[in-house]
Nanobody, 126 residues
Framework: AVQLVESGGGSVQAGGSLRLSCAPT????????MAWFRQTPGSEREVVAT????????TYADSVKGRFTISKDDAQNSLDLQMNGLKPEDTGMYYC???????????????????WGQGTQVTVSS
């Protein structure tokens, strides 16, 4: 099975920046659809940003628009998430997702993806 590995999490103060990266352990693996989700204890996993090669567009949760940027680095075969202007409410475990399931629609649901990483923690202090 494909494994995804996230990196780049950490602790920052409000207003700071972090850059997350996700890459498959199988370096030849590619997916037409990928996304970043985040989750806090007691809450469901929520979409942060999505990327789709065929549709050539990205989408963002309203809460991160204008602050976060999702991008695909073809040379590194990685999916990156640049996070600027971080807020305490951005705190959570961030997960990378890939592999479009048969029910893939707008890519904003966790059930639409086959493969997941183990997550990387992001903590933003006020």
């Amino acid at each position: 099975a494909v494994q995804l590995v996230e990196s780049g999490g950490g602790s920052v103060q409000a207003g700071g920046s972090l850059r997350l990266s996700c890459a498959p352990t199988e370096r030849t693996y590619t997916s037409a659809c990928m996304a970043w989700f985040r989750q806090t204890p007691g809450s469901e996993r929520e979409v942060v940003a999505t990327w789709h090669s065929g549709r050539r567009f990205t989408t963002y949760a309203d809460s991160v628009k204008g602050r976060f940027t999702i991008s695909k680095d073809d040379a590194q075969n990685s999916l990156d998430l640049q996070m600027n202007g971080l807020k305490p409410e951005d705190t959570g475990m961030y997960y990378c997702a890939a592999g479009c399931r048969g029910n893939y629609g707008n890519g904003r649901g966790a059930a639409e993806y086959v493969y997941w990483g183990q997550g990387t923690q992001v903590t933003v202090s006020s």
